[in-house]
């Protein structure tokens, strides 16, 4: 590992342990705030302070990069590189008392061609007692219960009918819903993990499909580099490779392209 990516790595890692830190402390707290966004969303008062310890942080660590994240916004995205930040991913489960939620934390670099890509990327899940991480060219790891690191690999299953499939729900399919029912039909099992679980879920070799219609840059850029540096791909619905797609498709690489052939909306 180059000494700029380790120091960026052990950056992502200090960010997911100060998000950590308040998310934990506000985690069924019987005064937890909560409101509705424009998008009739929800949004905690642990998603603000999260998001603006992260930044808080970056500014003082990374004062050149840029920064995009769900509750504040954009700034520097004209920058080299920009960090891309979920305060919580999973917010509906945190506020409900369900462990299934994590912080999102990824770095995004350009390149002289003016295309992007995620070259390191946490996801901390503390009420599920994991940290998944990656940076490129150098695998993909899980942390269980704070032990050794684990590197993690995708499946090798390369027909849909021994397949695992996980998703969210079926808001927001449009005219894929009925394509994407009879892929699950298909399929040897279909569970619906949700949000990040569901592509961490893939990495491990645990599932091998995970798939949502409608996601943000700050549901995916952690995601992606990890599953990629796992050994598997992450695209929107439509194949396209990367997490500016505006959905989530994350494979064994095997099944990648049956997959996006049969989410295809019938003309």
Do not use: C
Not at 48 to 61: C, N, P, W
Not at 62 to 87: A, K
Not at 191 to 198: E, P, Q
């Amino acid at each position: 590992m180059s000494t700029r990516r380790g120091e960026d790595l052990a950056l992502a890692h200090r960010l997911a342990d100060a998000a950590d830190a308040i998310t934990l402390s506000r985690y069924q707290a019987i005064d937890l705030t909560v409101l509705t966004k424009p998008d009739n969303t929800p949004v905690t008062d642990a998603d603000k302070s999260a998001e603006d310890m992260l930044r808080s942080l970056l500014h003082e660590h990374r004062p050149h990069d840029g920064i995009v994240g769900e509750e504040f916004g954009t700034e520097g995205i004209e920058n080299q590189r920009y960090w891309v930040i979920d305060p919580i991913d999973g917010t509906k489960n945190f506020l409900r008392g369900v462990p299934t939620w994590a912080t999102l934390i990824g770095l995004m670099e350009k390149s002289d061609d003016g295309t992007e890509r995620v070259v390191a990327g946490v996801v901390s899940a503390p009420a599920l007692f994991r940290r998944w991480y990656a940076f490129e060219g150098g695998g993909a790891f899980v942390i269980v219960n704070k032990e050794v690191p684990k590197r993690i690999h995708v499946s090798a299953i390369s027909q849909i009918s021994d397949a695992s499939i996980s998703h969210s729900d079926f808001e927001g399919w449009g005219g894929r819903l009925h394509p994407f029912r009879a892929l699950m039909d298909s399929a040897w099992r279909t569970r619906a993990h949700g949000d990040f679980w569901s592509h961490m879920l893939v990495a491990e070799g645990a599932v091998d499909i995970a798939v949502e219609p409608s996601l943000a840059l700050w549901d995916m850029a952690a995601l992606d580099i990890i599953v990629r540096e796992a050994g598997g791909r992450f695209t929107n619905l439509d194949g396209v490779d990367g997490s500016h797609g505006g959905s989530g498709l994350s494979t064994n690489a095997a099944l990648h392209d049956y997959v996006v052939n049969a989410l295809r909306a019938p003309q």
